[in-house]
């Protein structure tokens, strides 16, 4: 496995669920802060929710309470579990690792990017 590879998106209605995935190479997933981004045509990346190496996690504003992060440590295998979406949701999706372990939600502190998995919320 080398790298971090997205998958799970799509296209769903309004109100609609997605759960996002995304498989990390054990060198990446065993020392990092891992998060998800996004990035809707036209706009700047944006964090939309973090798990640092102790397990704790932060939202965005925008998505508290209804986007929900995990991991599945024996998968080396991280979650987005989406509901609730709004068509202000679609976006490409990015899984990211911060193998410096600082997180945040600010692009430039990751050093790993998957590829990016598309989703689209219809109204």
């Known amino acids: 496995q080398v790298g971090l590879v997205e998958s799970g998106g799509g296209s769903v209605q309004s109100g609609g669920s997605l759960r996002l995935s995304c498989v990390a190479s054990?060198?990446?997933?065993?020392?990092?802060?891992m998060a998800w981004f996004r990035q809707a045509p036209g706009k700047e990346r944006e964090g939309v929710a973090i798990?640092?190496?102790?397990?704790?996690?932060n939202y965005a504003d925008s998505v508290k309470g209804r986007f929900t992060i995990s991991q599945d440590n024996a998968k080396n295998t991280l979650f987005l579990q989406m509901n609730s979406l709004k068509p202000e949701d679609t976006a490409m999706y990015y899984c990211?690792?911060?193998?410096?372990?600082?997180?945040?939600?600010?692009?430039?502190?990751?050093?790993?990017w998957g590829q990016g998995t598309p989703v689209t919320v219809s109204s």
């Open positions: 054990e060198y990446i997933y065993s020392r990092s802060c």
């Open positions: 798990i640092d190496v102790d397990g704790d996690t």
């Open positions: 990211a690792a911060d193998s410096r372990q600082i997180g945040g939600f600010w692009p430039r502190q990751y050093n790993y």
